[in-house]
């Protein structure tokens, strides 16, 4: 019996002994790489062929305001700078023109056809005249607001909400209208998916009111009454799309119906066509410093491509080389 047990035990060992030598001849058959085949490289995805390039920097300035979040421009293409307690008004080139403290830290602003300012802040909206006086003033209708866009269109003004992921529409006086954009299968509206809060509105070349659903990579238009009209969408770490977890993260709209768009992740700013293809860069992802996120932008009369860039503290502004 102590016998029989001995002979298992040996065979045991030699059975172990022959599979070890056999994984140890499989694994040591390949090459050992050098490097991480899997691993995964930006650099396919951030070099930009130049001759897609089609937008020069032509200025930049650095407002005196902490924590800027939010650009736009007049009729006059006086370019409006809101933070942390003030907005900067300049001339298109960068001469200060006023300075209004409004004792509010802005996330978004909008300026009226009239020089009204539509500042949002967290969780409700200020009306400044470009003199400086504070108009009016509403809170938004909601628990858990992040106001991050403001968009007019004639009496209406639409105010995207990333907390409740909803976009209300109100008149020029506070008054609630309704929402846009809540799920409605049955009207074939999927609902906003946003994992962080990036979502930005604007006024379309038909009055159409677009809205980024940066969680789908989607741009949606609704009239004023919530209706869905089209929607465009492209995923792609590629140049023609957008990729990571909420991309783009801001947007203006060109006088033809095209998309300014900025990226955060890979950072970069390009022209989509009303159709949403690809058309051209207008900075490369080289341009900005790595990390950089909430790159606001705002187009003037001459179609210059106006730059917040808060990582540097800077306006930067862009011009069309085809202009």
Known sequence: MEKNKIIIGIAILVILAVVGFMAADFFMGFDKPEKNVYEFNLDDFTSVD??????????????DVEKMKAVDVDQDDNIYVAGKDKILIYDKDANLLKQINTGAEALSMKVSDSKEIYLGTRDHIEIWNSEGDKKDSWEVRNDKVVITSIALADSSVFVADAGN????????????????????????????????????????????????????HQFEAYDKYGN?????????????????????????????????????????????????????????????DKGTRGLDIAIDSENRVIVLDPMRGLIRIFQNDNK
Request: with cysteine; charged share 20%.
């Open 165 to 216: 992921k909803i976009v209300y529409h109100y008149d020029l006086y506070g008054n609630f209208i309704n929402e846009i954009g809540r799920k409605d299968s049955i009207k074939g509206i999927q609902g906003f998916v946003l994992p962080s809060p990036y979502f930005d509105v604007a006024i379309g070349r038909d009055n159409e009111l677009w809205v980024v659903n940066s969680g789908r």
């Open 50 to 63: 130049s001759s897609l390039v089609n937008y020069t920097e032509v200025q930049d300035f650095k407002p």
């Open 228 to 288: 869905l009209k089209s929607s465009w969408k492209k995923t792609s770490m590629n140049l023609d799309g957008f990729s990571g977890c909420c991309n783009p993260s801001n947007m203006a709209i060109l006088p033809n119906g095209s998309f300014v768009t900025t990226e955060k992740g890979i950072v970069r700013i390009k022209v989509h066509k009303p159709s949403g293809e690809f058309e051209s860069v207008v900075a490369t992802p080289g341009q900005f």
